[in-house]
């Protein structure tokens, strides 16, 4: 068997795997989709400006506003992405490192590349599914307009995957054990979504500046782009998505130096 | 050409010296039985042989390459059963089988190896639903799909009731039937007595003997023979009395048994007494065991 077919299959393995564990499909797919429900609820009938500022009719900067649910319904698609990429790859890795099932797939003669490539490949089907949900139930719902942009939308979303599974895989050696890692997962990642406004707003410089050092603000604003919230021609925002390559770079040389196939010896 | 060699092995974990100059060599088509007491570093031994860990000094050769540098090609050809190991939950006994066998250049047939563990019954049970025991036993049967010529049996048969431990025992003959080669560790003497063909003992990471079964038992010369005491009586001492174990039972151990029991048998029959529980017995590979590493 070739080593593409190999890795088929395991993505094939990865995909079945993460469906019948209820619980990793729930944590990738519940918060985003719950958000949206009461988010979108509260906020359905307000308009917004298209960077999520809400109350500031009138005010916006270059004038455009939009329904709160345009804006919201990229915002949590993206927290998809990094929920299946980031929080579930994270924790899945770490538990699979303490358990030993790394321990015993190095043992086999399954190349470490093909057996990544089925957890990222598994990661990023995922990813794709709870961005089309997520569009479904905003549309559906509270009339949020598809993607304007559909193949930008896709590609940003593969790209962004791709990037938040790398960062993901670059923190697991600094999780010390499973039981550390959904804190770990949740307190890197929630701040800052906060603070990059996927909620709304908060229009304050400081959170912003600290926000924009982070993958996962110009990950927001690149869907804004792709969906067409963001006023654009073409959907593609190339400063965004070059920020989060260099990320990706980053957790990449990362994750190769300092990977571990097996929990520390107690 | 030996399938395993191993020459002045050493490896330490900071202060800790685990290996200390360890030299062995297995033989293609042998069951070489590892044993030792917890931290006797076996396992240390094993996973550097696994290509697991690196060594610090020596020479180590599995089927002709060193496991430190030898990569995909010696895994092709291995198979390990290692402790503690889990296998993803979620998928079927069947579904993890046969993603193993995909790893391999000429795997055996998924449902003839899920049968010759005994999970054909749980074929279709998810992983996470067997016992400790049956998930054992798919540990083996992902060891044995690729078809190896050599198996690593880390504790292979912990947590296994009497008769699963038979039927493992019934599997490592097969393949040894085969001609596969196969490395174990055990606690179990009576597993190193019944399946291997020769012996390494290891005590705080060195080697105190390698031989057969046999001839490490035979070491200790001694029968023991034992029987309830009579009462009322005093009974000719026809060897050296030891502690009898267990409360009214009298011990001695003799080199000569054949006279120390004719001498016995002749004093109990002249007096018309049956000597209840009579017992006559070599010491077992564990009594040598116990012996040669010092937790007697």
């Known amino acids: 068997m070739s080593d593409l077919a190999i890795g088929l299959r395991q993505v094939r393995a990865e995909q079945r795997a993460f469906w019948r564990n209820r619980a990793a499909a729930l944590f990738g797919f519940g918060f985003p989709i719950m958000f949206l429900l009461i988010f979108g609820t509260i906020f359905n009938k307000q308009s917004t400006c298209v960077d999520g500022t809400i109350g500031a009719s009138g005010q916006c900067v270059g004038g455009a506003e939009v329904p709160y649910n345009n804006f919201f319904v990229p915002a949590m698609a993206a927290w998809g992405v990094i929920t299946t990429c980031f929080s579930n790859l994270t924790i899945g890795v770490v538990n699979r490192r303490d358990n030993g099932l790394l321990k015993r797939l190095r043992g ?128 593609w925002n190339g400063q965004d998505l070059l920020v989060m390559l260099v990320w990706g770079v980053v957790g990449l040389a990362v994750t190769l130096r300092f990977f571990r196939w097996e929990s520390r010896r107690v | 050409m030996a399938a395993i060699v191993v020459e002045e092995l050493r490896k330490s974990y900071g202060s800790l010296h685990a290996v200390r100059g360890v030299s062995f060599s297995v033989e293609p088509g042998e069951v070489f039985g590892l044993l030792g007491p917890n931290g006797a570093g076996k396992t240390t031994i094993v996973e550097i042989l696994e290509g697991y860990r690196r060594r610090d000094h020596g020479r180590v050769e599995v089927l002709g390459a060193d496991p430190a ?72 049967a992902l060891a044995l799909i690729g078809d190896p010529e050599l198996l690593f049996l880390d504790e292979p048969t912990t947590g296994f009731d009497p008769s699963a431990r038979r039927n493992a025992w019934e599997i490592v003959r097969g393949m040894r039937k085969l001609g596969k080669t196969i490395l174990l560790t055990t606690h179990y003497m009576d597993e190193a007595q019944n399946l291997t063909d020769r012996v390494c003992v290891v005590s705080a990471g060195e080697v105190v003997r390698i031989g057969t079964p046999a001839s490490l038992r035979a070491e200790r010369a001694e029968t023991r023979i034992q029987f309830v005491r009579p009462d009322g009586v005093s009974v000719p001492e026809v060897g050296e009395v030891v502690p009898g174990g267990e409360d009214g039972l009298m011990a001695m151990i003799t080199e000569t048994p054949t006279k120390a029991l004719h001498e016995l048998t002749a004093w109990a029959v002249a007096r018309g007494l049956e000597l209840e529980r009579l017992e006559v017995s070599q010491p077992s590979l564990e009594d040598v065991y116990l012996e040669l590493t010092g937790d007697e």
Not at chain 1, 137 to 150: D, E, S
Not at chain 1, 167 to 187: E, K, M, Q, R, Y
Not at chain 2, 82 to 94: D, G, K, S, W
């Open chain 1, 108 to 235: 086999t003669p399954l190349p470490s590349a093909a057996f990544v490539s089925g957890v990222l490949g598994s990661a990023l089907i995922s990813a794709v599914i709870v961005v089309a949900l997520t569009a479904v139930v905003g549309h559906l719902l509270y009339q949020a307009p598809w993607p304007a942009h559909p193949l930008p939308a896709l590609v940003t979303v593969l790209l962004a995957g791709l990037v938040f599974c790398v960062i993901g895989l670059a923190i697991t050696p600094f999780i010390p054990n499973a039981d550390a890692a959904p804190a770990v997962v949740n307190f890197t990642s929630l701040p800052i979504l906060f603070i990059s406004g996927f909620f709304f707003n908060f229009n304050n410089a400081v959170f912003e500046d600290i926000a924009k050092v982070f993958p996962i603000y110009w990950f927001k604003e690149s869907m804004l782009t792709a969906f067409g919230t963001e006023p654009s021609s073409s959907g």
């Open chain 2, 69 to 140: 540098t030898a990569g995909r090609d010696l895994r092709r050809r291995v198979g390990m059963v290692l402790q503690e190991c889990a296998v993803e939950p979620y998928l079927t006994v069947r579904e993890v089988v046969e993603l193993h066998r995909g790893y391999y250049p000429k795997p055996l047939p998924t449902d003839d190896v899920i049968e010759l563990v005994g999970l054909k019954e749980k074929a279709r049970v998810r992983v996470k639903r067997l016992s400790g025991g049956q998930q054992r036993r798919l540990d083996l």
